[in-house]
Every structure is written in C-alpha cells, then in structure tokens.
C-alpha cells in the first residue's frame, strides 16, 4: 500500500501495453498513450476516461497536453505526430513527413509550436495551430529518440542512437554543442527548469548531467543494471529521477554536481580528512583539467 494509506488509482480501458503517461498544467487531467493505438484523456479525480483518441495506425507511443491544456499532442509508430483538441477528442492535424516512427511529440513552452523525433534521424518543428512544417534539424548519424525545448523556447535538445545528444539554437535553427561521453545510444534528454542544466539517459546504463552553456559534462551517475530508458530533473534541480530496463527507478541528490566550484570545495573540504583531498584523474577530467595536468589537493590553503 502507497504512502497514505490510499490504493492507487487505476486507469484500466486500454487494451494494450500503455507506454506513456502525463499530467496536464494544473494535474486535474492524464492523458496516456498505448500500443492499442489510442489516447485516451482521464479525469485524475476520478479515475473516469473522459475521451478516446482514435486515428493512428500503429502504437501511440508518447502523448503529452500543450502548455494550456486546450490539446493533446501523440506520436505513433505509424510515422505521424497528431494533434487532438482535448474537450472535443476531434482530431485536429496530421503532422506527416516524417520517413520512420516518430518516437516523441511535444508542444514548446508558448504553444505555438511542435516538436518531433523520428527514427529516420530527424527531429522537425511544425505549427501547432495549421500543422505546416516549419523546420528540420538534421545531422544526427542514427535514430533520434527523443526531442524538448528548453524553458524559455531558445533551445532543443535532442537525443540520437548515435551516442550524442546535441543542442540547438531555434533562432538560427543550427546546432551550438554536442554532448559526447555516452557508450551508448542516449535515449532520453532534457533540460533542468531554469535551462542551466541538461540529464541524459542512455543504453550504456548511465545518467549523465551536462552544463548546458558549455556543454560540458558534470556527473556520471551509476548505479542501474540495463539500459536507462529515461530521467529528468525535479522543479527545484536537486535531484534527478532515472526509468530503466533493469526494473527499477532511481531518484539521485544532485546538488554536489549543481553547485557553483566554490561553494562545492568548501563543503568537500569541511568533511575531508588531511590527506585525502587530491582529485583522482576522473574527477580532474570532469572538473576541466588537462590529461598531462598534476594531481592537486583540493583543499590546500593557497587554493
């Protein structure tokens, strides 16, 4: 029995493998995605499902409400992204260009737009409101399995099986940075609220978190026994939730890796005992050093 004594509820209508789930702004509704080829909308209160969406020809893989919770957006296996109109259930748009199963469809943070990840390697930006294609960001070597806007709208990220995930800048719609140090497909990436951050999750059954600025990578954290299949931070950054193929869900405290240099040194050397405070070389690596550089005591008092 869940913490509070209350069995959870359970939305039960599907008739197949139910792949995504996903509140809207204010929690009252859930929309949720599932490989009977339907969305279907539920009233969280409740547990009643409130609207069926029908259309799509193959596995609803990813659903997910725009910011004002007036649409849905869902990405199949059939090659399309559709946009659906929440009180109606009406179908509204297609999105079809895409050459392979889109794997994830969100609405950027204004609601003006669209975006989706593809398995042919791209990622596309639509109109929410007529379904027009605006843009392709292309330039992965394989499949990209996942796509997401930044808070603010100024940045993608998306995440490819080729090992990377890369940033985008929407305005001139060209890729700024790549995030590189995965030994594996990198399956899902997103940003912290405030945009600073960005955590990966990849088949090489690590969860990494990278300084969005400079794209340089922070922490590894290690610890699953299969592929990660998705994580993302919570709204104050401080901690970070993993799903993998090993069964289980992590949640990790990541305020050593978000604090500013200083203020990490000040605490590490508080706790450390004389003697242990040189970095190892991994931790020199991650904190910027040259390979050839010399291993140095963190603490020393001319630091």
Known sequence: MPAGGKD??????????VT?????????LVVTGATDETA????????????????????????????????????????????WDVRTAKELVALRDHTNQVRSAVFSPDGARVLTASWDKDAIIWNAETGEKLATLHGHESQVHSA???????????????GTAWIWDTATLRQTAVLRGH????????????????????????????????AREIAVLRGHDNEVWFASFSPDGSRVVSASHD???????????MMPISELLDVVCTRMLGG????????????????????IDVCASDR
């Open 20 to 28: 995504s789930a996903a509140f809207n702004a204010d929690g009252s």
């Open 148 to 162: 997401a806007y930044s808070p603010d709208g100024r940045r993608i990220v998306t995440a490819s099986w080729d």
């Open 183 to 214: 030994e594996g497909a990198v399956i899902s990436a997103s940003f912290s609220r405030d945009g600073s951050r960005i955590v990966t999750a990849s088949e090489d059954m690590t969860v990494r978190i990278w300084e969005a600025a400079t």
């Open 276 to 295: 242990l405070s040189k970095l190892t070389r991994e931790e020199m690596r991650l904190a910027g050093y040259s390979e050839s550089a010399p291993a």
């Open 8 to 17: 959870p509820m359970i939305l039960r209508e599907h008739r197949g493998s």
């Open 247 to 257: 069964e289980t869900a992590r949640v990790w405290d990541t305020r050593f890796a």
């Open 40 to 83: 279907r909308i539920w009233n969280a209160a409740t547990g009643k499902e409130s609207a069926v969406l029908k259309g799509h020809g193959g596995p609803v893989v990813f659903a997910a409400f725009n910011p004002s919770g007036t649409k849905v957006i869902t990405a199949s296996q059939d090659k399309t992204a559709r946009i």
